[in-house]
């Protein structure tokens, strides 16, 4: 695969924070299912940072997020990408936040799954957003969950995402 495009983003309207991936590698897309790579720690963190069992139903995994006032997408509706890895990623269009801002008027903090969100996103996104919603939002850099991003521990990353839980809560 060489054009790619995102996922619709996983949320409800009373989402009160954002994490943003760059674009679903090839597993993922392969599965349609966001962060499916059987190695990548996204969905085992959250379920240990929550204190769940681990959840293999992705229907499951999206009602966890729904319980916790997570969101979930991606900073990019396409790109180029030959394989699974950011660094690869050429030819960016961003994904409309504007709009969907509208539809979660609660999220005030983003939290970005890697470096790669973060820079397409402060670069293709944050100077388009309104005033209004950049006063609004608080940026979040997260260690990557993906399993190219060896260099980190598991504990490193769960210290770090642990924040999600401080802005996000049970129904």
């Not at 973060?118 to 609004?136: G, H, M, N, Y």
Request: proline residues 8%; glycine residues 4%; positive net charge.
């Amino acid at each position: 695969r060489m054009n790619v495009s995102c996922f619709p983003p996983l949320f409800t309207p009373s989402a009160r924070v954002l994490v943003l991936g760059s674009m679903p590698g090839t597993a993922s897309l392969a599965a349609n299912q966001y962060y499916a790579h059987g190695r990548n720690i996204f969905w085992p963190l959250l379920c240990d940072i929550y204190g769940v069992p681990p959840i293999l139903s992705y229907t499951d995994k999206i009602a966890l997020l729904a319980t916790h006032h997570i969101a979930v997408w991606d900073v990019l509706a396409q790109c180029h990408r030959p394989g699974s890895l950011d660094t690869d990623i050429t030819k960016e269009e961003p994904n409309n936040f504007e709009e969907f801002f509208r539809r979660c008027p609660d999220i005030q903090h983003i939290f970005f799954n890697g470096k790669k969100a973060e820079t397409s996103f402060r670069k293709f996104v944050w100077p388009i957003l309104s005033s209004d919603l950049q006063a609004r939002l608080t940026l979040h850099l997260l260690p990557s969950t993906s399993p190219a991003n060896a260099g980190v521990t598991y504990a490193e990353k769960r210290q770090a995402w642990q924040a999600l839980s401080r802005f996000s809560a049970p129904n």
